[in-house]
């Protein structure tokens, strides 16, 4: 059974760094992209970026470059999301999701994490 | 503004049918890239409804169904039920954009 778990909620203050992580299990992790989702409170779903663990090819929405780092630990079956410097509107929940597909074009999201929530506060 | 147009709400009594429609452009629905729709009840991670315009994962009730033409896509629900009632999303591919693109959201009201 496919399987993605997301690490636990956080809460943290503007300006601190974060990252949390996604776990694959039960399929070959090194052979699907792993994507990021952003859900921010009552919106609707963002793409941010997906990674491809077999040799970290990353790609990032326009919107998010430059905001966040998607990386992947392939030993451990772990794709992450970082941030540098968390802001009040980074406070949302984020979702990582197993991508499916023939082609980048035909790609969707077949497999979701069950959501990490990030809370920024002061 | 999403790349792809949804009415924020629509409704319907059940056991009736709705259509959802995702409305994009040259660069998105109208290229040529499928469609996928997604349902996400309260709370909880979205989920895989309809992938490639038209197919149904496993599980998933053959009351959904899709469907796409020109530079739109449409979901159907029919035999509406009251668990029916939650958001839904599509989501494509754009060129223009580089990346994965979502439609803002429909809200099912169940009558």
Redesign the interface.
């Known amino acids: 059974e496919v399987q993605l778990v997301q690490s636990g909620a956080e809460v943290k203050k503007p300006g601190e760094s974060l990252k949390i992580s996604c776990k694959g299990s039960g399929y070959i992790f090194t052979n699907y992209w792993i994507?990021w989702?952003r859900q921010m409170p009552g919106k609707?779903?963002?793409?941010m970026g997906?990674i491809y663990p077999a040799d970290s090819d990353t790609?990032?929405?326009?919107s998010f470059e430059g905001q966040v780092t998607i990386s992947v630990d392939e030993s451990i079956s772990t794709a992450y999301l970082q941030w540098s410097s968390l802001m009040a509107s980074d406070t949302a929940m984020y979702?990582c999701?197993r991508l499916?597909?023939y082609d980048?074009?035909?790609?969707?999201?077949?497999?979701?994490?069950?959501?990490t929530l990030v809370s920024v506060s002061s | 503004q999403s790349v792809l147009t949804q009415p924020p709400s629509v409704s319907g009594a059940p056991g009736q049918r709705v259509t959802i429609s995702c409305t994009g452009s040259s660069s998105n629905i109208g290229a040529g890239f499928d469609v996928h729709w997604y349902q996400q009840l309260p709370g909880t991670a979205p989920k895989l409804l309809i992938f490639g315009n038209s197919s149904r994962p496993s599980g998933v009730p053959d009351r959904f169904s899709g469907s796409k033409s020109g530079t739109s896509a449409s979901l159907a629900i029919t035999g509406l039920q009251a668990e029916d009632e939650t958001d839904y999303y599509c989501q494509s591919y754009d060129s223009s954009l580089s990346g994965w693109v979502f439609g803002g959201g429909t809200k099912l009201t169940v009558l």
Do not use: C, H, K, N
Not at chain 1, 104 to 115: I, V
């Open positions: 994507g989702v609707g779903l963002e793409w997906i790609r990032y929405s326009p979702y999701a499916s597909g980048l074009g035909s790609y969707y999201f077949g497999y979701w994490g069950q959501g």
